[in-house]
């Protein structure tokens, strides 16, 4: 270990994951970067998952400078981050869900990115997205970008959570997350970058595993959740026009997946963006009828 390598955190919440925990464990074991803490907590699972970290406590002490692993009652994720935030020690923290994993060169490729650029408050980069067996669904890679508190309010950006390093003294300086905001990440990226920049990197550093406890799987509990962002911002001149896009989002999306009323969400979408929402009928209905007939 090379003792000028700035300190990282990384912390793994986690709520029943059994199946996948140890595969997130084992990735940050595996990093090429030495100079880690890691700290797990376990959100009062009732599966297997307490069990599954205990098999994995005794290499993890071995390999990391610091270790801390804590398990108690349910609290919810906001929560468990916080706490976790307060234990670091680390300049920087990388927040990891307990069902993703990281590549192995992920540490050391956002340490120096952040150490030569310190004007960049966190750093995401791309995925591939894995099934709960572990299988390649699809990579999701895009063009190296410096996001703008605009482009984020307007929901247009991407800043896959299992790939982020944020500076600590950024994390508390907007004074964590807020346990009332179910969409968290998106509400952290909002206040980040009101204090600095967040920069994407050109580069695949996490697997992100789609099955099918993942809350996005909860489409409409999704949908009021940006609308409960955007409340948390409505001083911004931003807001109007963000809060419009977020109900045409939340309208287009319920309009793909609603069987029963789509009439309704068709009027709303009408409504807002009549001319857009002719073409994305023109465009969408055929593929409707093609795959229904499969």
Known sequence: ?????????????CYN?????????????????????????DDGSKDGSLAK?????????????????????????????????????????ALLASDDVILEHKT????DFLEKNQLITA?????????????????KLKLEKTYS???????RFELPAATQ??????????????????????????????IGKIHYMNQVLALYRQHDTNFSKNSERMWQGRIEVLECFRDSKHYPKAIKRVRWLNASAAYMNSKDDRAKFLWELFKERPFKTLNMVAINEPLK?????K
């Not at 270990?1 to 919440?13: A, D, G, Q, T």
């Not at 002490?61 to 801390?68: G, K, L, N, P």
């Not at 009828?289 to 007939?293: A, D």
């Open 108 to 111: 050391q490729v956002q340490v």
């Open 53 to 93: 970290i205990e098999e994995m406590v005794a290499l993890c002490e071995q390999r990391f400078v610091r270790f801390q692993f804590r398990s108690r009652s349910n609290k919810g994720l906001s929560t468990t981050l916080n706490e976790a935030i307060e234990w670091c020690e680390g300049k920087y923290v």
């Open 149 to 155: 508190f605009e482009e984020i309010i307007m929901h």
């Open 17 to 41: 994951h059994e199946s996948f925990v140890q595969y997130s464990v084992q990735s940050v074991i595996d990093q090429t970067y030495q100079n880690i803490e890691l700290i797990i907590i």
């Open 165 to 194: 390093m944020i500076r600590r003294d950024a994390l508390m300086a907007v004074k964590g997350f807020n346990p009332d905001i179910v969409l968290e990440d998106w509400y952290m990226w909002l206040k980040l970058s009101q």
């Open 289 to 293: 009828k093609l795959k229904s007939k």
């Open 123 to 139: 750093v995401c980069g791309g995925v591939e997205l894995i099934d709960q067996y572990n299988n390649l669904i699809k990579v």
């Open 1 to 13: 270990m090379h003792v000028e390598e700035p300190l990282v955190s990384v912390v793994i919440p």
